[in-house]
DNA sequence: GTTTTTCTTGCAACCTAATTGCAAAAACAC
DNA sequence: GTGTTTTTGCAATTAGGTTGCAAGAAAAAC
């Protein structure tokens, strides 16, 4: 299936109407990613997402979307800030949501399920800051906790 | 090259006299990992490294050494505690020289260079603890920051 | 409007790191 | 020594991530 925002059944399986869809293109367009068909799809089921989430969860919510268009736009939601990409501990990229305002020092705690796999976000958990030597210049930090979540006990 | 305790090549080619080899054996030992000739000259590389290294090091430092055959002595230490496996920030998946007592739960912070891929242990700076919302049942933690090390300002 | 140019998308293919199956070799038990 | 178990090397596979490219869609130029 293409997607094409010109597209009759792109308008029917989106609901275009008016206020909602046009908020999310801003969303999109007020952190410089324009707003194609596929861009607005994937953002439209991610936005309200909980957890963290790896590519191949958005392929299942996104069953006739491509793998590599889903890819290019959670790459370019990561570039752009609206994602926050990370490596989950058991060997998968995952992303979450990004509400950080400008730098990712101070990001929020993760916890991966060493059952599951799920990878929960602890967003009053702020990671507490560390000191690095002289010389060592930080761009981001991760705090992931392994271990059990609650569903899994 | 096939690897065997009996070979005379391994004897020369490990400086097999005495009480060196006698400590590195038991230092296997003590940690229920019977010492067999892969798994010694793959400790013996490993015990005195200061950062953290992937299999892929392993392999140039042991060229003769056969990929799985490290994959699987790297393995069998983590899980007798020898080594610490984790994730660098970069897909890749790293070791490092365990020095925990039991539980693993406050290892210590790495760096990861995003230019030169490097992963530092900042063996001085343990990971600050958090707390977990409840039934969430921690295993281990591990804190990263991803930034531009020293030898590449 | 039409044409030209640029960007986006879907598909297939590829890459790389991690991992496994298996048979031969080595180590161990007797 | 013989028989059994473990280890090893090789080849092959898996899986997740990524890219090249041609066709389609959008944007820009006219």
Known sequence: MRFSRKDKSFERRNHF??????????????????????????????RLKQGAFALKDVEEWLPDMDR?????????????????????????CKYCLCRCEGEHHHGHVHFTCVK???????????IPPVSLPLNFEMQEAEY??????????
């Open 17 to 46: 109407k008016g206020m909602v869809h046009e908020s999310e293109e801003e969303h999109l367009l007020e952190h410089g990613v324009k707003p194609t068909a596929v861009r607005i799809l994937v953002w439209r089921k991610l």
């Open 144 to 153: 992931l906790v392994k271990g059990i979540c609650e569903k899994c006990r």
């Open 68 to 92: 590599s268009s889903i890819f290019r736009a959670l790459r370019l939601f990561t570039e752009h800030n609206l994602l926050h990409e990370f490596e989950d501990g058991m060997g998968q």
């Open 116 to 126: 599951c796999g799920r990878t929960y976000c602890f967003e009053d958990q702020l």
